[in-house]
């Protein structure tokens, strides 16, 4: 659709700003929709402390808030609020509040949006797999588990699901997708289940749903359960059908006959890498041996830029995998070096990449001005991690 992609930013930082202010606990929903052909409606919803009835329309004016009290304890004017209504109304459209003391707010804006008829949209594979499948899902939020469902449902799932832990029938669910918070809980005998589950020829495919704040501390404990997989939230379609499509061609493969598996790896098994992963980390690190665990590459490990230059003059590598911020020496002074060394003692040139947690113009050029060959932004998914390494690694 086409629109002010600037306005409509605004606004709704604005509103989720607002929100997060003003919810101590619960949960904070964004949802867009379309009302008609060129109508979209944009809502945030949160469980804070609402607003009295008799207090709603005024807090659209300049410098207000519900209560004098409020600014004191949760500081700020009110003024977001403000601008966001005469954005929404620069936009020829309209804004509205509702709410109830003690319960939560939801505020939403209507804006024309015409379809933009020149945008493309992505030709994501539907899984024909999922079909009937029978699924569970597990989380104690409710608007986790009806998003999911939701999904689910679309792609002609049968979907169950649950706000509490109860161990399955392994004959009647094929995928099980359960909330970090839940999981966690369990207690040693339920996670005995899962782990037997999970390690079970016939029992389900079992995902962990992980908290994005404490992603890179859960992954190790989801590889001690042995489980199939995990997201972190908030899932999305993309991941969903991603997922589920690589689950879909697993189950062919296993279809084949161990003979027809045997000439096939023949034919196309993977060379395996050498590769030099640079970073001071131990999350970051930890994130990449465990999506490169079940892989055919080797990795060193180096913590800062001095170990690399050093590992680097004993040992052949396939591919660098660089950060850029480091203790000792950075990223772009150990490429440089290695850049030398590989002139001086007549070496190939390894291929670097170059991880970024600020992807912008200035520091990917520092980066390729530095020799690296390309760059990466962190946090990096599992998807562009093994396309870089097929792309790149010698």
Not at 171 to 190: N, P, T
Not at 260 to 282: G, M, P, R
Not at 337 to 351: D, F, H, K, Q, W
Not at 369 to 388: E, N, Q, R, S
């Amino acid at each position: 659709r086409t629109g002010d992609p600037a306005r409509l930013r605004q606004i709704i930082l604005n509103l989720i700003s607002n929100a997060i202010k003003f919810t101590k606990e619960g949960h904070i929903l964004l949802m867009v929709r379309a009302t008609d052909a060129e109508e979209v409606q944009i809502s945030v919803t949160d469980t804070g402390i609402g607003i009295p009835e008799d207090k709603q329309q005024a807090i659209f004016a300049s410098f207000t808030q519900a209560d004098s009290s409020t600014t004191r304890k949760f500081g700020g004017t009110g003024l977001g609020l403000t601008i966001s209504k005469r954005l929404v109304e620069m936009m020829n459209g309209s804004i509205r509040v509702e709410s109830e003391e003690g319960v939560g707010s939801t505020f939403s804006f209507t804006v024309k949006l015409p379809v933009n008829e020149s945008a493309t949209r992505d030709n994501l594979p539907m899984p024909g797999f999922l079909k009937d499948k029978n699924i569970l899902v597990l989380d104690s939020n409710q608007h986790n588990r009806t998003k999911i469902c939701n999904l689910l449902s679309s792609f002609g799932a049968e979907c169950v699901e649950s706000e509490e832990f109860n161990m399955w029938d392994e004959s009647r669910y094929q995928y099980v997708f359960m909330d970090h918070k839940i999981l966690f809980a369990c207690d040693d005998g339920e996670t005995e289940q899962i782990r037997q589950s999970s390690q079970s020829d016939s029992g389900p495919v079992i995902i962990a749903m992980l908290d994005p704040v404490t992603f890179h501390q859960q992954i190790q404990r989801i590889n001690e359960l042995g489980l199939s997989g995990y997201f972190s939230k908030p899932i999305k379609q993309s991941e969903l059908l991603h997922v589920f499509s690589s689950k879909d061609q697993q189950k062919e493969e296993s279809q084949l006959s161990k003979d027809q598996i045997d000439a096939e790896t023949d034919e196309t098994s993977v060379e395996e890498k050498h590769i030099l992963l640079v970073e001071d980390n131990e999350d970051n690190r930890l994130l990449v041996r465990t999506y490169l665990k079940k892989s055919p590459y080797i990795i060193d490990e180096a913590e800062n830029g001095k170990i690399a230059v050093d590992m680097y003059r004993n040992n052949s590598y396939n591919l660098i995998l660089m950060d850029v911020q480091m203790p000792v020496m950075d990223g772009h002074e150990a490429t440089r070096v290695i850049r030398v060394l590989e002139v001086e003692n007549g070496r190939p040139t390894t291929p670097i990449i170059a991880l970024t947690a600020h992807a912008i113009k200035e520091e990917i050029d520092k980066c390729l001005a530095a020799g690296c060959d390309t760059h990466v932004g962190k946090p990096i998914k599992k998807a562009t991690l093994i396309g870089i390494i097929e792309d790149y690694a010698t």
